[in-house]
């Protein structure tokens, strides 16, 4: 049991948007100021992200944070002990327990901060993340810009001819759209 005069700050906070929108960019943010603030942060990425780094969250202009690579949602439960802020990075690589998973860690009075695409390369929902804005306190959409007009993107157009669902890569691979060029390259 709490007593009154203590703060319970569990809420989730959602970061989307497409690829180059700075997502864990603004995940790094976020936890310089909570470590600034001295709370005790932990943060979680799919061990399949090995872009950047096997080990580190790494963002696109190359910001690196230590992190725990793990194969589950699950995974988090038992690995994010004594902590008062949870962050996640690449939330759409994981599976629908996410959602409980970010629920439970709330529950119990922890930040949870997850940053993911919200859209697959076809414009379509990605994974969790639905599900994961349904139950957020705060979701902030950032945007890229189109490389091809120059407005604000949010579409992230694979330049491959692969079908995967999960196609790791960067700018070889990606560039970001905006609703128009998007629909226009997909007639």
Not at 129 to 145: C, F, N, R, Y
């Amino acid at each position: 049991m709490f007593l009154e005069t203590q703060k319970w700050n569990g809420r989730i906070e959602v970061i989307c948007g497409s690829m180059f929108s700075g997502k864990t960019e603004e995940l790094l943010r976020r936890l310089k100021r909570a470590r600034f603030a001295n709370q005790r942060v932990e943060i979680f990425k799919p061990r399949i992200d090995v872009r950047y780094s096997t080990d580190d969250v790494v963002s696109h202009d190359s910001h690196s944070y230590p992190s725990t690579p793990v194969d589950s949602a699950e995974s988090i439960l038992l690995l994010a002990t004594n902590v008062d802020v949870v962050a996640i990075d690449e939330a759409q690589f994981f599976d629908q327990n996410l959602v409980r998973v970010c629920q439970i860690l709330a529950n119990n009075g922890i930040r949870v901060i997850v940053a993911g695409l919200d859209m697959d390369y076809q414009g379509n929902p990605f994974g969790p993340m639905p599900q994961l804005m349904a139950v957020a306190e705060h979701i902030v959409k950032v945007h890229a810009i189109c490389v091809r007009c120059g407005d604000p993107a949010q579409y992230s157009h694979r330049l491959s001819d692969s079908t995967r669902l999960v196609e790791l890569g960067e700018k070889d691979i990606y560039e970001p759209l905006c609703r128009h060029c998007f629909n226009q390259i997909k007639k």
